[in-house]
């Protein structure tokens, strides 16, 4: 069974530019959670979407969104890019068995200048 | 609202000897407590995980965690450390409850292997 795919892996962009990230969740994963790795503030949940829905969002700012197609795929979206939005994006898909695990991807690592 | 500590963001260790990284969580509710592994340009992979099945957990790569629910902990133990143990390694805990998925994470412990 395939893991889960981010794409792109690396990205650069400049501050006030919009940036789109995307995850293909394992088949079957219905759940896709989207976290953000930086060496200050560490792992941070953003969101989680579920059959579409937001499920859940973490405390970042409306500048981060995300959205969920009906095949599982999910992006995510930053607008007008800060610097500090530099960081390692982490998706997650996880199954409905009820145990909570959740697969990860490798990640996108987004730079901005 | 949930939170997980840490003790010591760089554990080293020499190749052969016993690794322990220690965990606290704090939760409401009954956890989920998980222990992932990351390597250097790579996502966090699952070493192994609690769901209240059994206080001792066993994982890959020779990795175990006990629950202690009166010390709140999930420390991360291998008898033998190998230097492709050298990783970041991150707890983290989530709710058993319905209302969607999060992982709170600690700050991850930095393991460093001496040969």
Redesign the interface.
């Known amino acids: 069974k395939a893991g ?1 795919t981010q794409t792109p892996r690396y990205l650069i962009k400049t501050r006030g530019q919009q940036v789109t990230l995307s995850c293909s969740p394992i088949s079957g994963h219905r ?1 896709v ?1 989207w ?1 953000q790795q930086t060496p200050g503030q ?4 953003l969101f ?1 979407y ?1 059959s579409e829905t937001q ?2 969002k ?1 405390n970042f700012p409306g500048r981060f969104s995300g959205r969920q197609f009906s095949n599982s795929r999910s992006e995510m979206n930053v607008s007008t890019l800060e610097l500090g939005d530099s960081a390692l994006y ?1 998706c ?1 898909s ?1 199954s409905t068995s009820g ?9 996108t ?1 987004l730079t901005v200048l | 609202a949930q939170s997980v500590t840490q003790l010591g963001s760089h554990v080293s260790v020499s190749e052969g000897a016993l690794v322990l990284l220690r965990c606290n969580y704090s939760s409401s509710v009954p956890p ?1 407590l ?1 222990w ?1 592994v990351q390597y250097p ?6 070493l192994l ?1 609690y ?1 209240s099945a059994a206080t001792l957990v066993k994982g890959i790569n020779g990795f175990e965690a006990e629950f202690k629910k009166s010390e709140t902990s999930f420390h991360l133990t291998k008898p033998s450390a190998h230097m492709s143990d050298a990783a970041e390694y ?1 707890c ?1 805990v ?1 709710d ?1 409850g319905d ?10 412990t930095r393991l460093m292997v001496k040969p």
């Open positions: 889960v759940s959670s976290y560490g792992l941070q949940f989680e579920f499920r859940n973490g982490l997650a996880m145990d909570n695990e959740q697969f990860f991807g490798p990640g690592r | 989920y998980f992932y340009n790579q996502g966090l992979q699952l995980k769901t991150f983290a989530s058993m209302a969607g998925n999060m992982l709170t994470f600690g700050g991850g």
